[in-house]
């Protein structure tokens, strides 16, 4: 599959979704650089947003499997990865896959877990695979987690240490909609017998594995791959920040940017790119020292500071 091709797909599975729900066109195009970049979205925002149906929307726009999973305090990891069960016709232990088994899986509230199943559920986000008894089993593949939290209810949660944050190529929010997105649900609302819009199938399943490898044709030039490992290095020398980016999160920006720049229609990545998807990479990663945090100071602030003060570097557009 070639670029333009991909960016085709790319438009058309946008504006289905967007069709459904009612949302900015830059979420959109943050998960789906999340899919392009084979990595995982984290979405912060509070309940009644349109967090559910937008990656039921992404997985049937897709042609993928979908399960979501509600995380509570009791939640087991067993209870995300399936667990060996005995058939008495066939008396032996046969494996009972658990809902992680999807190609997207939506982990619902996921800081309401206790930190031992939400390590499982990151485990397999990582490698691809679960274990049971000693036994691997592969996850489907694409493989995508689209994790949300509630960023005001801090009761009862157990908060995502920053190795875990890190997990997540990107974090997003969806935010409030506008007046007129309001009128568009209430107006879809006031037909109680109307069905919930669901979004027409864009691909095939075994397509989304083809759109994955675009992105590798995508060209970064060698002072944009600077400007890259620049941006990570000025967090770490931030004296609000106590952790800065890391390498994986330096990485991370790189695929993100090819990603971003091939739905927008380009071989190659420009500046643009990464000042659009840089805060959603970024943010999640820095950990901020005592004295900023008492202070008020917001590791978005950090980001806008070090896009301000990075040179930009000039790009030859063939």
Known sequence: MDGDAATNICEDVIETISDVVVVDREILETVLTGVLSRGHVLVEDV????????????????????????????????????SHVYRDQQGEFEFAEGPIFANVVLADEINRAPPKTQAALLEAMSEGQV???????????????????????????????????????????????????????????????????????????????????????????????????????????????????SPRGIQRLFEASRSHALIQGREYVAPDDIKAIIAETFVHRL?????????????H??????????????????
């Open 47 to 82: 309940p009644g947003t349109g967090k559910t149906l937008m990656a039921r929307s992404f997985a049937s726009a897709l042609g993928l499997s979908f399960n979501r999973i509600q995380f509570t305090p009791d939640l087991l990891p067993s209870d995300i990865t399936g």
């Open 287 to 299: 950990v901020l020292t005592a004295d900023a945090t008492v202070r008020d100071m917001s590791a």
């Open 131 to 245: 274990s049971a008894d000693g036994t691997t089993y592969q996850l489907p593949d694409p493989f995508f987690v689209i994790a949300t939290q509630n960023p005001v209810e801090q009761e009862g949660t157990f908060a995502l240490p920053e190795a875990q944050r890190d997990r997540f190529i990107l974090k997003a929010t969806l935010g409030y909609p506008d007046t007129d997105g309001m009128q568009t649900i209430l107006d879809r609302r006031a037909d109680r017998t109307a069905r919930t819009p669901s979004p027409q199938r864009v691909v095939d399943g075994d397509i989304v594995s083809e759109l994955q490898i675009v992105p590798e044709q995508v060209t970064v030039e060698g002072g944009i791959r600077d400007y890259i490992i620049a941006l990570g290095e000025a967090t770490r020398a931030d004296e609000r920040v106590e952790v800065g980016v």
């Open 301 to 318: 602030a950090v980001v806008d500071d070090v896009v301000e003060r990075v040179e930009v570097p000039a790009v030859a557009v063939t």
